[in-house]
Nanobody
Framework: QVQLVESGGGLVQAGGSLRLSCVDSGRTFSRYAMAWFRQAPGKERDFVARISRSGATTYYADSVKGRFTISRDNAENTVYLQMNSLKPEDTAVYYC?????????????????WGQGTQVTVSS
């Protein structure tokens, strides 16, 4: 069973940085590709980044490419999202998600497990 808990959100000024963490309390973390999504008020939940099971392959939404970095530590059952050069439009609730499939996807419905989310607010 996968149980995901995010942390690290908060309020930051534009141009600042935050590092989000997502811990899986289960025993099968390394069997899942992991991703981050985000949802702004009144908008759909959008793909942000994905990392393969081993961490060797990553994918990013164009809107965050060059500013955000996804990584994982399978020994610690944790996936991270380092967010730099933050902009007010990055304000959203950020969710981590687990996908048992090895086929890379940005489609929300393809992911099997979700965390409860962590709020990120970027002030201008």
């Amino acid at each position: 069973q996968v149980q995901l808990v995010e942390s690290g959100g908060g309020l930051v000024q534009a141009g600042g940085s935050l590092r989000l963490s997502c811990v899986d309390s289960g025993r099968t973390f390394s069997r899942y590709a992991m991703a981050w999504f985000r949802q702004a008020p009144g908008k759909e939940r959008d793909f942000v980044a994905r990392i393969s099971r081993s961490g060797a392959t990553t994918y990013y939404a164009d809107s965050v490419k060059g500013r955000f970095t996804i990584s994982r530590d399978n020994a610690e059952n944790t996936v991270y999202l380092q967010m730099n050069s933050l902009k007010p439009e990055d304000t959203a609730v950020y969710y981590c998600a687990a996908d048992r499939s090895t086929v890379a996807t940005t489609v929300r419905s393809e992911y099997d497990y979700w965390g409860q989310g962590t709020q990120v607010t970027v002030s201008s």
